[in-house]
């Protein structure tokens, strides 16, 4: 290449900026630099900055008091103690049922009728034979009046010598078998009467009848089924309802042999039903059973009801707490609680940490009593909250925080 164009080739360089325009520059940097600095400074003061402090959540629950007094809890089912598969006396076909299930029946209330033709025959045959022994009766008390009054009048005659001793002994002889006759005839009133009452007895056993007062459970039979005592026939049935008395419901459990010793009859209880979790009921053990089931080593208990419900329906599952002491009936009724490791000391109270998204919020609490390891809470939480379970030290109000992983 050419001297004279190796020369051409050069870089121009730039004049440097004017004094001002530099010192404008800087400023605009310091202003950013600031403005970032400021920026991370509120993020810190936010805690966006701060990690996060990882924590066990535990919720605020309701407790009952007998949680703290019971000595052994068992499940069970309840069971009525007086319960009926009511049938027949006689067998027959069924022509009519007052009852379904559910219905509530009284002692002696007529529930179903079977047919009756044949026996109510045999009750209107009894009653008429009564009608003729009783004017049977009549008859030979008539005779038995006008026979009297003849041997009155022979005797009277003989002791005269008007009438000869024999006449006076046919008198007196038909004097004495008109007595008998009528002693005959009011024994024929008896049968007759005894009679009478076996027919009505096997009328009545056409009307079937509640033994004692009690709520339907099932209807085992309809009209038109034939009904008989054993059942044995084909298509018979045996029990036209089933029926139960409420009044007589009890909790039975399975009590293991080993805690047994921990039972005693008279024992306060505390039942819980599945069916009712809203509620609790007081019991009492009615009676350990002197019988162990080899097959799962238990010993059967049964509490009674000293609360009723009448919601309370057989064969419902149960929980059987058996307590130290008899319970007030304040303590039937839940109370907010909470574990006592997540209450922290403070002026005029305590105070917990409720976690609410990503941060825990400080919160004054008034406590009751000791409910075992648990506080009973009576302002400042409510049933549900989740809070911190154990606080770490030096944790502040509105902390970011992790619940721990387990």
């Known amino acids: 290449m050419p001297a004279e164009e190796i020369a051409k080739l050069k870089i121009e360089r730039t004049e440097k900026p004017a004094g001002p325009a ?18 991370l400074g509120g993020l810190y003061a936010g805690g966006l900055l701060v990690p996060a402090v990882s924590v066990d959540v535990t919720a605020v629950s309701q407790v009952y008091p007998s949680q703290t007094l019971s000595l052994l809890n068992a499940s069970g089912y309840i069971v009525a103690q007086r319960k009926a598969a009511v049938a027949s006396k006689v067998t027959g076909r069924l022509i009519a049922l007052a009852v379904e299930e559910g219905s509530r029946v009284r002692q002696g209330e007529v529930i179903a009728r079977m047919e009756n033709a044949d026996v109510t025959a045999l009750r209107d045959q009894a009653a008429a034979n009564l009608g003729t022994a009783r004017a049977a009766l009549k008859q030979a008390q008539a005779e038995q009046d006008n026979a009297r009054a003849e041997y009155e009048r022979y005797r009277t005659l003989v002791t005269g010598g008007y009438i000869s001793r024999s006449d006076y002994e046919v008198a007196e002889t038909r004097h004495r078998r008109a007595v008998e006759g009528v002693t005959a005839a009011e024994a024929a009133i008896r049968a007759a ?3 009478l009452v076996n027919a009505e007895a096997g009328l009545d056993y056409t009307l079937i ?61 505390d039942i819980q039903l599945d069916a009712i979790p809203d509620k609790r009921f007081r019991g009492r053990v009615h009676a350990v059973v002197p019988t162990v089931d080899r097959s799962k080593a238990t010993v059967l208990v049964k509490v009674r009801f000293l609360d009723r419900d009448p919601r309370m329906l ?24 909470v574990s006592r490791s997540a209450l922290i000391a403070a002026s005029g109270g305590s105070v917990a940490y409720r976690v609410e998204g990503n941060r ?47």
């Open 22 to 39: 530099r010192r404008g520059r800087k400023l605009l940097l310091a202003a950013v630099l600031l403005l970032l600095i400021l920026a």
């Open 209 to 269: 009848r509640a033994p004692f007062d009690a709520v339907v459970l099932t209807k085992n039979a309809d009209i038109g089924d034939i009904i008989t005592p054993l059942g044995a026939a084909a298509n018979a049935k045996a029990a036209v309802v089933t029926i139960a008395d409420m009044g007589s419901l009890q909790v039975e459990v399975d009590v293991s042999e080993t805690s047994i010793t921990s039972i005693r009859v008279g024992q306060p209880c």
């Open 193 to 195: 009467e005894a009679a």
């Open 360 to 406: 825990a919020q400080r919160v004054f609490v008034r406590t009751g009593p000791a409910l075992g390891d648990l506080v009973e809470i009576i302002a400042g939480l409510k049933a549900g909250d989740r809070i911190v379970a154990v606080p770490p030290q030096g944790l502040k109000d509105g902390a970011r925080i992790k619940v721990a992983e387990r």
């Open 314 to 337: 057989p064969d419902m599952s149960a929980k059987v707490a058996f307590l130290s002491r008899p319970l007030t009936p304040a303590e039937l009724k839940p109370r907010l609680a």
